[in-house]
T-cell receptor, first 115, second 111 residues
C-alpha cells in the first residue's frame, strides 16, 4: 500500500518557539494532503487541506497565521506551528490522498509537547 | 454539517465476533471509511464502502446502507491485537472531498 512518512515523530519545544513538521508521500504523488490534530481520547480533527501549488484551506477555528502550511511539491507538505504554547501540545497527523483513488493514507503522526 | 455516532467503548472475548455500529448524517455523501487506531499511533485503513452492501476482507467485513445512514464493522475470530479504537469516517463533498471522523469506538479484547 501507499506509504506516507512524517518527521519528526516526537518533538519537545519551549513555549514561544516554532516547530516544523514534514509530511511526505513516498511512492505516489499527492495533489492533496491533510493535516489533523488529535487530543487524548478524542477523534481526529481536520485542521487544514493542503493543495500543491496553492494556498491551504483552513477549517473554521484554525488560525492560519499560527499553523503555516506549505505544499511545495507533489510529495511534500509542511506544517509549522509558530509561537507554540502548551495548549498546542497534541498528536499531529498528516494524510495524503492518492489522486487515482479516494483513499487517504496516514502518516505515523508527530507528538508535539510544548513546555 | 456532518454528524457521526458510534459507541464509545466495547468489550469482546478473544475468538468471538464483534459488530461496531456507526450512524451518520451528512450532505454530499461520498463513501464511508473504517480505520483502526492503536493507542499513540496513526490510523490505518481498514475498509471503504461507497455502495450498499457487505464488503469482506479477511477477518474484517464492513456493511453500508446509504438509505439508513448506517454502517457496521464486523470483526471475526477476535485476537488480542485487535484491541484498538475503530474510527468510522464519512467522505463528503463540498467543493472538494473531505473526510469527517467519528469519535471512535475503543474495543477491548479480553481472554
Amino acid at each position: 500500500g501507499a506509504v506516507v512518512s512524517q518527521h519528526p515523530s516526537r518533538v519537545i519545544c519551549k513555549s514561544g518557539t516554532s516547530v516544523k513538521i514534514e509530511c511526505r508521500s513516498l511512492d505516489f504523488q499527492a495533489t492533496t494532503m491533510f493535516w489533523y490534530r488529535q487530543f487524548p481520547k478524542q477523534s481526529l480533527m481536520l485542521m487544514a487541506t493542503s493543495n500543491e501549488g496553492s494556498k491551504a484551506t483552513y477549517e473554521q477555528g484554525v488560525e492560519k497565521d499560527k499553523f503555516l502550511i506549505n505544499h511545495a511539491s507533489l510529495t511534500l507538505s509542511t506544517l509549522t506551528v509558530t509561537s507554540a504554547h502548551p495548549e498546542d501540545s497534541s498528536f499531529y497527523i498528516c494524510s495524503a490522498r492518492d489522486g487515482l483513488a479516494s483513499l487517504e493514507y496516514f502518516g505515523p503522526g508527530t507528538r508535539l509537547t510544548v513546555t | 454539517g456532518q454528524n457521526i455516532d458510534q459507541p464509545t467503548e466495547m468489550t469482546a472475548t478473544e475468538g468471538a465476533i464483534v459488530q461496531i455500529n456507526c450512524t451518520y448524517q451528512t450532505s454530499g455523501f461520498n463513501g464511508l471509511f473504517w480505520y483502526q487506531q492503536h493507542a499513540g499511533e496513526a490510523p490505518t485503513f481498514l475498509s471503504y464502502n461507497v455502495l450498499d452492501g457487505l464488503e469482506e476482507k479477511g477477518r474484517f467485513s464492513s456493511f453500508l446502507s446509504r438509505s439508513k445512514g448506517y454502517s457496521y464493522l464486523l470483526l471475526k475470530e477476535l485476537q488480542m491485537k485487535d484491541s484498538a479504537s475503530y474510527l468510522c469516517a464519512v467522505g463528503h463533498s463540498g467543493g472538494y472531498q473531505k473526510v469527517t471522523f467519528g469519535t471512535g469506538t475503543k474495543l477491548q479484547v479480553i481472554p
